[in-house]
């Protein structure tokens, strides 16, 4: 019964080597890479005087980006762990009427509004996700109907105590308050005052802001996505956690049969895109001072289209949150790009729709690849 | 149903088995689907489960590693009664089960998958990370030993053949402390030298001293490796015969109930 170490050759003559650029390509970031690369060199040689890379002009699709960059985190594990929240969109909707609603309306003091509307949405996140366990759904279809039942509670909710559909007065109300520049305040507003004085940036040179750089400092909204990006990419690939997300998307059974928690990954993994839609949502209504009941829609979509770009599989299982990070970028920066280069906005949704397809395509052909299949 | 060609004798169980399982029942609503079947494992013997489909043969092994719990019987691990109320409960007391088409994720890593469940990991800064190197050495050491050769521990388990899949989580059981090994069906979708790397395998374990449970319906695997003999039939345990006991006709008979299979084979000329 020993024959087989016996026969057992150094190196299997049947395998191929595989040439360094096969390997990249089996990484999930490759497409990100590749399309980053390609998009900024696209806007660089075409809108390059146009002001898109001037501070203010990079601010603008940063903020975009970053913007982008929250949800997909979230949509990026969650989809990993081998599921889909569609209720994304609507969910930025409800958690910006409810910090809306509780500080400006119900006069709580905003920090409290914020926690609140953390916990809620959080809470809204894990039934979510328990009912996707309990009933054996697919995901899409339970998130689905909470697509409608959040937004219809939205709308509701601000017709019925306020009779509008818009709420102001936000940044009155959180004025001093210590939670909200957390969301919406700027930090190396000092740095910036400073390149302005020594002339290395644009600073206003008329009006009240005279003296003052166009660019006052980085949002906190660009920080929340660094720390996420750089907290999920953690979380995935570093720790034993992660390990337990890949089981779980790529076979649940499987991972069950070794001991591995799937239904809490899964439902924490809900939770922490509710997370992430709630922390876009309070940075928006802080950013606007405002929330509107139609905040944030179809923001699901191109969540998950930013995860597809970057190179995850629709299945689960594969994926990466750098790729996913790079897609909300492409995203981002295509977006404001034609608008800097002047083209028809509308050309954006052709835009979208054929680099989806392409992504699908190409993430298909790198699980063959992976697997081995034919 | 005639009576069978070849008597099975209920032997007394020997005190040193590592898993005694006594007249266990399991009912799915109004299906009876096991109706009091019992076996025991001892160390280092590796004890086929022999049953046509339908037998329960699943539905026994999944009761043994705490995915169903039992209606009625006894379950004695290690001398003491059991009541494993999670699969997770049988693995922490040392019985691992390698599923056919469960075994692994084909996307992952064949490291990732290796420590599925059993990461290991170390501490930087208070902060408690996934040990990547250390499991990429175990890994690559481990199936060395089963003799297969990695490209690379970040290979995906998808690139391996269904013999090396099965290979690898059997080494991933014994590494992590099995002490009994439950393989359902192991050899059933593999070809003739995948099927000999696995029962080398099979082998190789058992002389470490590792009590192996092997599933199949083909005699002649089972006859390859097996010490001791269970066939089950409708949900019952049929009996229990020692390697030498005990032909493969004999076997082959009593698996599919006896005198029916008889005059079919009869008519194939005996190639069944």
């Given at each position: 019964m020993t024959q087989a170490e016996q026969t057992l050759?150094?190196?299997?003559?049947?395998i191929k080597e595989r040439s360094s650029f096969h390997k990249a390509l089996i990484r999930p970031e490759l497409g990100g890479v590749c399309g980053t690369i390609l998009v900024f060199l696209f806007f660089f040689l075409?809108?390059?005087?146009?002001?898109?890379?001037s501070p203010a002009g990079v601010l603008n699709w940063s903020i975009v980006s970053s913007q982008f960059i929250i949800i997909a985190v979230g949509a990026c594990l969650l989809m990993i762990a081998g599921e889909f929240d569609l209720s994304v969109g609507s969910m930025i909707g409800f958690s910006g009427m409810s910090i809306a609603l509780l500080s400006v309306?119900?006069?709580?003091?905003v920090w409290l509004a914020i926690i609140t509307t953390f916990i809620l949405c959080m809470g809204v996140g894990a039934l979510n996700g328990w009912l996707v366990i309990k009933t054996g759904l697919p995901s899409f279809i339970v998130t689905l109907a909470f697509l409608f039942i959040l937004r219809g509670l939205t709308i509701f909710a601000a017709i019925s105590t306020t009779s509008k559909t818009i709420i102001g007065g936000i940044r009155d109300v959180a004025?001093?308050?210590?939670?909200?520049p957390f969301f919406g305040g700027k930090v190396l507003t000092g740095v910036f005052q400073w390149m302005g004085d020594e002339g290395w940036i644009e600073v206003y040179?008329?009006?009240?802001?005279?003296?003052?750089?166009?660019?006052?400092g980085i949002p906190m909204l660009m920080v929340w996505a660094l720390v996420l990006v750089i907290f999920g990419h953690w979380l995935l690939t570093k720790t034993k956690f992660g390990n337990w997300i890949f089981a779980a998307g790529g076979d649940a059974q499987a991972a069950r049969y070794v001991g591995v928690p799937v239904n809490r990954v899964k439902i924490l993994m809900f939770m922490f895109t509710a997370f992430c839609a709630c922390v876009f949502a309070t940075a928006q209504v802080m950013e606007f001072g405002s929330a509107g009941?139609?905040?944030?829609?179809l923001k699901e979509f191109e969540a998950i289209i930013s995860v597809v770009i970057g190179g995850?599989?629709?299945?689960?299982?594969y994926g990466s949150v750098i790729g996913a990070a790079l897609g909300a970028i492409i995203f981002g920066v295509v977006q404001q790009g034609l608008f800097f280069a002047g083209v028809?906005?509308?050309l954006f949704r052709v835009f979208l729709g054929v680099i989806l397809l392409l992504a699908v395509i190409l993430n298909t052909y790198i699980r063959r690849m992976i697997t081995g299949e034919k | 149903m005639s009576e069978p060609l070849f008597e099975m004798k209920n032997v007394e169980t020997p005190d040193e088995a590592i898993i005694k399982m006594k007249g266990i029942e399991k009912h799915f609503g109004s299906v009876i689907a096991l109706s009091g079947v019992s076996l025991d494992v001892l160390p280092g013997e590796c004890h086929c489960l022999l049953g046509d489909n339908g037998a329960g043969k699943s539905t026994f092994i999944k009761t043994m590693s705490g995915v169903h719990k039992p209606s009625a019987g006894e379950i004695y691990f290690e001398g003491k009664p059991m009541n494993f109320q999670r699969p997770r409960d049988a693995i922490s007391a040392g019985i691992a089960t390698v599923y056919?088409?469960?075994?692994?994720?084909?996307?992952?890593s064949v490291t990732r998958n290796f420590f599925m469940g059993n990461e290991p990991t170390k501490k930087i800064a208070g902060i408690s990370f996934f040990d990547h190197e250390h499991a990429n050495e175990v890994t690559m050491a481990e199936m060395k030993k089963m003799g297969i050769n990695l490209r690379?521990?970040?290979?995906?388990?998808?690139?391996?053949?269904g013999g090396e899949r099965q290979t690898v989580a059997i080494a991933r059981a014994v590494h992590f402390g099995a002490k009994i090994l439950i393989l359902d069906e192991?050899?059933?979708?593999?070809g003739v030298r995948q099927t000999a790397n696995v029962l080398a395998t099979v082998d190789r374990v058992r002389k470490q001293g590792i009590g192996v449970v092997f599933i199949t319906h083909n005699v002649r695997h089972a006859m390859a490796v097996g010490d001791r003999f269970t066939v089950l039939d409708r949900g019952k345990t049929l009996g229990t015969a020692k390697r030498g006991e005990i032909t493969p006709e004999e076997l082959q008979d009593l698996m599919a109930g006896g005198q029916e299979l008889a005059t079919l084979e009869g008519s194939l000329g005996g190639t069944v």
């Open positions: 050759p150094e190196s299997d003559e049947r075409t809108a390059r005087d146009s002001g898109m890379f309306t119900f006069g709580w003091p004025e001093g308050d210590w939670l909200a040179t008329r009006g009240i802001k005279k003296g003052q750089p166009v660019v006052e009941a139609d905040r944030g829609l995850a599989l629709l299945t689960g299982g028809e906005s509308s | 056919q088409d469960l075994a692994m994720i084909p996307l992952m690379s521990p970040d290979q995906a388990v998808g690139t391996l053949s192991p050899t059933s979708a593999l």
